[in-house]
């Protein structure tokens, strides 16, 4: 099992998860593993993990998959494949168990937001606000670890 760090230039996407209409990442992704040879399982890569969810044109820099994959795949054999607006830039082994939701110690969420009358005061409060420890067992069926700290 190895996982995969990516990066991908949104604008031209449908979201990371595939759907039914629209390219998204995923199909990128699973295209450039088809046309290298790697073994797909109804399309998709044996023991495909993928940390990270973008909506249609959101752009992501260390989004993580995990799957199956043959030694020889290092990211530049897998962005031979890729369009140019996807890129793998790193790549490592990992357990047979590796989850890339689960298993993730960290996320950074970055928002860019053009709005040159936006009062800077009220946002800097809002943040404020937002900031701290907070219970999200509301947003998932999980039971635990659900405590997250928002920096």
């Given at each position: ?20 209409h ?75 168990d ?10 950074t ?43």
């Amino acid at each position: 099992m190895r996982a995969y760090r990516l990066a991908y230039g949104g604008t031209g996407y449908r979201g990371v998860k595939r759907q039914p209409h629209g390219e998204t990442v995923e199909d990128a992704l699973f295209g450039a593993l088809r046309g290298l040879d790697v073994a797909l399982v109804d399309g998709s890569p044996v023991g495909y993990t993928a940390a990270g969810r973008t909506d249609a044109g959101v752009s992501a820099r260390a989004p993580t998959a995990a799957f199956e994959a043959p030694g020889w795949l290092r990211p530049r054999a897998f962005d031979a494949e890729l369009p140019t607006d996807v890129r793998a830039w790193a790549v490592a082994a990992v357990d047979a168990d590796f989850h890339a939701t689960r298993d993730a110690a960290a996320r950074t969420y970055r928002y860019f937001l053009y709005a040159p009358d936006a009062a800077d005061d009220l946002a800097d409060a809002a943040c404020r606000r937002l900031s701290g420890c907070h219970e999200f067992q509301d947003f998932t069926p999980d039971d635990d670890g659900t405590v997250r700290d928002v920096t």
